[in-house]
């Protein structure tokens, strides 16, 4: 997966980003989340989401 344009939006908002690996911290002050987790891609092209699903519900619940 690639976000279009996450280059730029991540140099303006550089004064209004943090990164933390404290997700309880993370979930109270945040008003939008991202969550990089490597997604290679299935045969058919598609995004294979299995640790991006596995991580969001051990961190989130």
Not at 6 to 13: R, V
Not at 20 to 30: G, K, S
Not at 32 to 50: E, F, M, Q, S, V
């Amino acid at each position: 997966m690639h976000e279009q344009d996450i280059e730029s939006l991540l140099k303006e908002a550089k004064n209004k980003i943090v990164f933390t690996t404290d997700t309880i911290q993370a979930v109270e002050q945040a008003e939008i989340i991202l969550i990089a987790i490597g997604t290679p891609p299935k045969p058919n092209g598609n995004a294979y989401t299995r640790y991006c699903d596995s991580k969001c519900k051990k961190r989130i619940g």
